[in-house]
């Protein structure tokens, strides 16, 4: 078999790259030397590969540079609204390939590195992934940064500078292990710390009641420190900023509560305010009440509205005197896009707070202008229905935390509840349902309710998911106002999840339709001209081969399990849980094997089923399932009558630089969440994209996804949303399907007697348990169906021709799922902005 070209021999042949100009290759040697020689290197005599990949990165910075500093003149000369995006989680993964692609400067860097006799692959292997996030949230904030810049945005993306991110996993005797994130260790060559932009953040303390109006007093003061990343669009020279904080304690904090003798402690005490960036929460649709997280919240927002009314107040560059004095204008000047997360982080208390210190008003003016103020300026995006997910915090921690806010929040739930009360006389449940304050032991604040309350829009992230939020989580919201609800289908950047991971199959795309399919993916509708293309068939065929021979080869080389490569790829990553049913997977599996070993003389299709994603260190079912898919591999793995029919791998410890190898791959994309519980999903588009098959529910994106290719390109299956609400009514009862279905009964008593676990035969207990008596996601019915789907799939392998055009029906209806799409979407329908698309003239080009 022929071995796959590597990255670096295709990136010779390939035209959406450009040609290395000579003189590019020149000068980024010069500045390559330049940087090891006098910036690493010093006085070693030798360098190490991680120096190479540093001297590359500040190589590669050093384009960056003035193309950041011009963008931010551009935007202070031109004043724009501006675009604040807010996240907790930003999961950027590596920059530098990224970075190279977006600049253009690809190729030149490719030939000098290997002029210089280096190797461009090895050298973008040693850095680590910026894992600042979970999982589909996180790495959708950092598609939607990518987006921002190259539509000519002026945004900027707020978060924190975890010290840790999200844990690396391990797996131990098919257990997962959490290490630490330690991604900062050797330094990040692409931040720049701004000291001169730290800001105090207030926690604690106390309300005083004066006749100058309330006052917040007795606080303890954290600093936030900013770190800026710049983020560049796509050739358009344009370089926006993340900038992330990193919580540093004042000089004197505690040491005015201390005597002499307890110097020592007091410095040590240091460590609680900077505790506030250490860790990135390793939770996913999961809501963990504690402390910190609400300061991590109420951290990155107090610091980051600071940051935007200093900027709105001081519009020249470079000018810290205010030209602004008035606020009324700032619903013009500034949008926040707040909330993205599963777990909301609400900016409306925090921003009427900053207006009104900012105004040194009377409370009223908090009453009346900037409640009205804050409301035109935020949006909020919903991310989840699953209600453990949504932030309901004890009033006593929050009084406890932010008093004052406490009081903010107080008076919103009171003018809300009186303006409820007059639309709906005597309506005292619908008050208690829409109130922000949850009566109860203890009472909480439903922080959800409070976002609706303060924005002038409110969306999901997928259609179906919009409609379930205004018919069930916000319908009574929606009864009041229909007009303030929204969709916004998620999207993915086609240069990171096209270009960057699978260039081979971008440039047989570029052969045929040209190069403009990355900026406008809509492009791709081209394709379906050459469906019945002989040539092109056989060129998607092909590149899709030498993607599995080389992800066989890297899981060969790390897994020590030899793969058939002629196998269906068949592919499940995301974040372990419940709802999205990696237990279904695992049940399919089972019974694939059972079908085998029943009959070994029987012909099958090959399979190479992958499971990859991190389960949160708390959630014991999670670490359980992972731990039965180990198990079962384990034992399919080594069964000789299976041989290399089917094959199952755990894929540990999966990020963003193990997607970018393991979706370009995939024959089969597994999105089999239970009908209404995925809200969108992301990866499912990767998948789409690069040319895999979906096999999934009617859930999330899924819906519009076979919508654009037509629900016979997807294998779909099982229950609708109407289906799961019927059941809900009537009653799921798990014993009726195993009863029903010997293949699933025979499935449930081999994991049931320990077949998968002979040393601990109750071993799996609990998820047996779980699947007969509390399943709350009806895995068992959805069973037969998707057993069912799984030969539909293994038919249509069998035709690789017809399964090569449904591939490339779906990659030419891959183009709604474009992150540009959604931007320009929120900034049209929701910001109040318009993408450009002007192009900044490079910083050797004098402006007009």
Not at 125 to 133: P, R, S, T, V
Not at 182 to 205: Q, T
Not at 348 to 368: D, G, V, W
Not at 505 to 511: F, V
Request: proline residues 5%; contains cysteine; neutral net charge.
């Amino acid at each position: 078999m022929a071995k796959p070209l590597s990255d670096h021999d295709r990136r010779k042949q390939i035209s959406v790259r450009g040609i290395a100009g000579l003189g590019d290759v020149v000068e980024i040697k010069k500045s390559f030397n330049r940087h090891l020689h006098f910036t690493l290197v010093k006085d070693r005599n030798v360098a190490t590969p991680r120096d190479y990949y540093f001297a590359l990165a500040h190589t590669v910075r050093d384009h960056l540079v003035g193309r950041w500093i011009r963008t931010q003149q551009y935007y202070y000369e031109k004043d724009p609204k501006r675009v604040y995006y807010l996240s907790l989680e930003f999961y950027m993964g590596r920059t530098l390939q990224n970075t190279m692609i977006n600049l253009g400067l690809q190729n030149a860097c490719d030939e000098a590195i290997y002029q210089l006799g280096l190797d461009l692959e090895e050298l973008e292997e040693i850095e680590e992934d910026a894992g600042l996030g979970n999982g589909g949230l996180g790495r959708l904030a950092a598609c939607f940064l990518d987006s921002l810049a190259t539509l000519g945005l002026a945004a900027y993306g707020y978060g924190i500078r975890y010290e840790f991110g999200i844990f690396n996993q391990k797996i131990s005797s098919g257990w997962q292990v959490e290490e630490a994130d330690d991604w900062l260790r050797y330094g990040n060559p692409w931040e720049k710390a701004r000291p001169e932009y730290m800001l105090p953040v207030h926690f604690y303390g106390r309300v005083e009641h004066t006749e100058e109006g309330p006052k917040w007093v007795d606080t303890q003061v954290v600093l936030a420190m900013p770190y800026d990343t710049p983020v560049p669009g796509y050739k358009n020279n344009t370089v926006n900023t993340m900038r992330l904080w990193s919580a540093k304690a004042p000089n004197d904090f505690q040491l005015q509560k201390f005597n002499v003798g307890d110097y020592i402690q007091a410095v040590l005490d240091r460590n609680l305010a900077e505790n506030i960036s250490r860790v990135l929460y390793p939770n996913d649709n999961f809501f963990e009440g504690k402390e910190l997280r609400l300061k991590q919240e109420y951290f990155v927002v107090a610091a980051t509205l600071q940051d935007i009314i200093r900027r709105f107040k001081s519009s020249k560059f470079g000018c810290r005197d205010p030209v602004r004095t008035s606020y009324e204008s700032f619903p013009d000047k500034v949008s926040l896009s707040p909330c993205q997360q599963k777990q909301e982080i609400s900016q409306h208390s925090p921003l009427c707070f900053n207006l009104y210190h900012h105004t040194r008003a009377k409370t009223s003016y908090i009453h009346c202008c900037c409640f009205s103020i804050t409301s035109k300026t935020c949006a909020y995006t919903n991310h989840t229905v699953l209600p453990e997910a949504l932030e309901r915090w004890p009033v006593y921690m929050f009084e406890k935390l932010l008093p004052r806010h406490l009081e903010i929040i107080y008076e919103i739930n009171h003018r809300h509840l009186d303006r409820i009360a007059a639309l709906y006389p005597g309506d005292n449940e619908r008050l208690r349902r829409m109130s922000l304050i949850e009566e109860g032991d203890p009472k909480r604040i439903n922080m959800a309710h409070l976002c609706v309350v303060g924005s002038h829009a409110v969306n999901g992230v997928a259609r179906i998911h919009s409609e379930i939020v205004k018919s069930t989580v916000f319908k009574d919201f929606h009864d009041v106002e229909p007009e303030k609800f929204q969709n916004k289908t998620n999207g993915i950047t086609p240069r990171r999840w096209l270009l960057l991971c699978n260039p081979g199959l971008a440039d047989i795309i570029a052969e045929k339709i040209g190069e403009e399919f990355m900026t406008d993916l809509f492009q791709l509708k081209k394709l379906l001209d050459y469906i019945d293309n002989e040539v092109f068939i056989r060129d998607v065929a092909k590149v899709k081969q030498e993607n599995k021979q080389k992800l066989a080869a890297y899981l060969e080389k790390e897994y020590k399990v030899k793969i058939n490569p002629e196998s269906i790829f068949d592919i499940q990553v995301k974040r372990i849980h419940e709802y999205k049913r990696q237990l279904l997977n695992c049940l399919h599996i089972i019974t694939y094997y059972n079908r085998i070993k029943k009959e070994p003389n029987k012909k099958f299709v090959p399979r190479t089923i992958m499971i990859g994603g991190k389960a949160a260190p708390g959630y014991h079912m999670a670490k359980m399932i992972i731990k039965l898919i180990t198990s079962v591999a384990a034992v399919v793995n080594n069964d000789p009558v299976v041989g290399d029919r089917l094959k199952v791998i755990f894929l540990e410890n999966y990020r963003v630089s193990l997607a970018e190898k393991v979706i370009p791959a995939a024959d089969l994309s597994e999105q089999i969440s239970t009908a209404g519980t995925e809200a969108s999903g992301t990866g499912n588009m990767k998948f789409m994209l690069n040319g895999a098959l979906t096999i999934g529910t009617m859930d999330g994106a899924n819906v519009e996804m076979a919508e654009e290719a037509g629900e016979e390109n997807l294998f779909i299956f099982g229950m609708r949303v109407d289906d799961v609400e019927a059941m809900d009514r009537k009653g799921y009862n798990a014993q009726e399907y195993y009863d029903r279905l010997p293949e699933l009964r025979q499935v449930m008593d081999q994991i049931r007697t320990g077949f998968f676990s002979p040393q601990k035969p109750e071993l799996f207990k609990d998820i047996v348990n779980m699947l007969m008596n509390h399943d709350r996601f009806k895995v068992f019915a959805d069973y037969e169906a998707y057993i069912s789907c799984q030969e539909k799939v293994n038919e249509l392998y069998k035709n690789p021709k017809e399964w090569t055009k449904k591939v490339i029906r779906n990659i030419a209806a891959s183009g709604k799922f474009s992150s540009d799409r959604t931007i320009s979407e929120y900034a049209r329908e929701i910001w109040g902005v318009e993408p450009s698309a002007v192009k900044i003239p490079p910083p050797n080009e004098p402006r007009d």
